[in-house]
């Protein structure tokens, strides 16, 4: 069994507190929830192909058994004592990793301009689905590709990759009293900004990356400013953060233009929900997804100073 990692309740660099990583181990019930809940996820669904993708053992089983409920149970039942072995190893793993974590939460509080005003911890659990999800102030890593023998993405950066959607959440409560983003343009706000982050210094070095690409549905997406060639989202938003590097502030005028392209925003996920990674590889729907949006005629935006 994964011994659960107990941690003191927090840590403090240079007067920064830093948060806590608490590595939870793998339950046979919460996966089989994790899983009942992306497979029939309403905002996600394009995590069903996601799943069965990596998964297509537990499609067949789906197709077959009359009570779907049943069928995932006995899936992940049998995953789990299948793969014990990996499944602990990773764990185990990603404990001593989220040890060795200090420097790139304290790059990360800098990169946002963020600090905790209280010595938390997030919760991380290992997962045999295929991306990571999050809830509140806990996420879950995969490990799916340990238990097929590949090589699996580090865990420090899925870990800052998560908590760096905790912090921008939690820095929205107050930007946001003045209007709420749909759950769209919020969506592609956070995997845009941690993708910009990611490749920026100071988090670029501590988490030793290089061109990191994101989240896959914020890569093609482009916007375009009057009498200025198209940009890709992720490249503007670097752009401006390099300018800047006041992060809070920046924020604050991405917020007001991703509000301001709710419309658009929310045209772009029906689309990656219906058709996924297909964008990537059919040229009309690539050209689609990545036609530019457009910021010049927004209202609310004229006093904004705009690149
Ligand atoms: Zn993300």
Known sequence: MVRAELFPAGCIIKNMILPKIKIQRLTQLSEIRLFYK??????????????????????????????????????????????????????????????????????????????????????????????????????????LSRVYGKELESFSRIAIHEISHFVLFEMLKSIEKQGKLSSDARHYLKEAVTAALFNEAPLSRALRIENYPGNPEIRLLRVKFPSKAPLPLVKWIRDEYSKSSNFPDLLIRLVRIFRASQKELGKKRKMWNRYGKKIFEERRLRNNYSRPILIAKKKGLEKLSLP
């Open 38 to 143: 992306f497979l029939n996820h309403p905002q996600y669904p394009n995590h069903k192909n996601l799943i069965y993708n990596a998964h297509p053992k537990l499609r067949v089983l789906l197709e077959s058994e009359v009570n779907s409920k049943a069928a995932v149970k006995k899936y992940i039942k049998n995953m789990i004592s299948a793969h014990r072995t990996a499944i602990e190893k990773a764990a185990s793993d990603a404990a001593i990793s989220a040890r060795s974590l200090k420097h790139c939460l304290e790059a990360l509080g800098k990169s946002m301009g963020f600090r905790w005003r209280k010595p938390i911890a997030y919760v991380a659990r290992p997962t045999l689905l295929p991306f990571s999800p999050f809830d509140k102030l806990s996420f879950s890593f995969s490990i």
